[in-house]
């Protein structure tokens, strides 16, 4: 598993004309499966980011009561190590990686953590303003 975490002073998740989900200050998560991961790996994965003392004075987004805008990211198992075209084998199908990605979303909100998400599968946009910048690279 592999996430993207930036922390941000807003950040916004849309599809289509609506807005699915929204964050003030917190952390935005890009989240990508890969075929053996497991829900385990899925809620140490979110401890470690509800934790992490990424946000301002070093503080951790449980400390704090930050919100975090989770957005499915298969793209993150992109490989561009041969040609100009990334190929996507190392990332887990849908069936596979969007239950792992829903109890990622649990893992947090039984952390206590106020979870906003985008929608597994969906054509999204989403707009940030990347505090710092600060942006992580975490895997497990």
Same mark, same amino acid.
């Given at each position: 598993m592999r996430a993207v /975490?930036?922390?941000?002073?807003?950040?916004?998740?849309?599809?289509? &004309?609506?807005?699915?989900?929204?964050?003030?200050?917190g952390l935005m998560v890009l989240l990508g499966v890969t075929h053996d991961d497991t829900a385990e790996?899925?809620?140490?994965?979110?401890?470690?980011?509800w934790n992490l003392r990424i946000l301002r004075d070093e503080r951790s987004?449980?400390?704090v009561g930050a919100g975090i805008l989770v957005v499915s990211q298969f793209t993150l198992y992109g490989d561009t190590?041969?040609?100009?075209?990334p190929t996507w084998t190392a990332a887990a199908p849908g069936a596979v990686a969007e239950?792992?990605?829903?109890? *990622? &979303?649990?893992?947090?909100?039984?952390? +206590?953590?106020? /979870?906003?998400? +985008? /929608? *597994? +599968?969906?054509?999204?946009?989403?707009?940030?303003?990347?505090?710092?910048?600060?942006?992580?690279?975490?895997? /497990?």
């Open positions: /975490v930036q922390r941000v002073t807003r950040a916004r998740v849309d599809v289509g &004309c609506e807005t699915v989900g929204e964050i003030g200050t790996a899925a809620t140490r994965l979110a401890a470690k980011i987004a449980e400390e190590r041969k040609g100009r075209r239950p792992l990605y829903a109890e *990622f &979303c649990s893992a947090l909100r039984r952390l +206590g953590a106020t /979870v906003a998400e +985008g /929608v *597994f +599968g969906a054509d999204m946009q989403i707009t940030l303003t990347n505090d710092g910048p600060t942006t992580l690279v975490l895997e /497990v």
